[in-house]
T-cell receptor, first 113, second 115 residues
């Protein structure tokens, strides 16, 4: 069985400060892991994905995430938050491929001017 | 332009009245799936399809049906909608070609209200 847990339902940061959105996973397999972003009234856009290549994955808009097997984590980071980063972020994982991707409950990121 | 198209975007219906939400993708993807999004629960998979005529239950399939008669289309059917199916629904597709692990493309969502 696999599960994905996003540890924070809301995160608030000031513009220009670092962003950390936390995601832990459990899986019986070597997982594929993803981060998606959802802006208000929009669909989901892939930010980045981990598929057992490099453990540090760079995505769009300056985001990156590091797969840490020992900690079963895949936290999303960005060095400097921008107002346009305010959105809801979903961490997802699957056993390899997209057959049964399980998503976390989402983290709403607020960026304060 | 590569896209996943859902229709309708918004729907208000009454309990028990059968409805279908359509989903179409133009990327020749093998894999398609349906999710519902509810506050505090994130995205939960309803059904998925690995290819034409191959479908399987996700995590919350009760009250839903799907079909995959053509590769591009994957409609979601609610035979007898109930208020607890009021939700935001997303269709997604991705390639399943051997050796690839491409991103999942999501539709814009369908906001369904059952009264």
């Amino acid at each position: 069985a696999q599960s994905v847990t996003q540890l924070d339902s809301h995160v608030s940061v000031s513009e220009g400060t670092p962003v950390l959105l936390r995601c832990n996973y459990s899986s019986s397999y070597s997982p594929s892991l993803f981060w998606y972003v959802q802006h208000p009234n929009k669909g989901l856009q892939l930010l980045l994905k981990y598929t057992s290549a490099a453990t540090l994955v760079k995505g769009i808009n300056g985001f990156e995430a590091e797969f840490k097997k020992s900690e079963t984590s895949f936290h999303l980071t960005k060095p400097s938050a921008h107002m346009s980063d305010a959105a809801e972020y979903f961490c997802g994982g699957g056993p390899g491929g997209y057959q049964k991707v399980t998503f976390g409950t989402g983290t709403k990121l607020q960026v304060i001017p | 332009e590569a896209q996943v198209t859902q229709n309708p975007r918004y729907l208000i219906t009454v309990t028990g009245k059968k409805l279908t939400v359509t989903c179409s993708q133009n990327m020749n993807h093998e894999y398609m799936s349906w999710y519902r999004q509810d506050p505090g629960l994130g995205l939960r998979q309803i059904y998925y399809s690995m290819n034409v005529e191959v479908t399987d239950k996700g995590d919350v399939p009760e009250g839903y049906k799907v079909s995959r008669k053509e590769k591009r289309n994957f409609p979601l059917i609610l035979e007898s909608p109930s208020p607890n199916q009021t939700s935001l629904y997303f269709c997604a597709s991705s390639s399943q070609k051997q050796g690839t692990n491409t991103e999942a493309f999501f539709g814009q969502g369908t906001r369904l209200t059952v009264v």
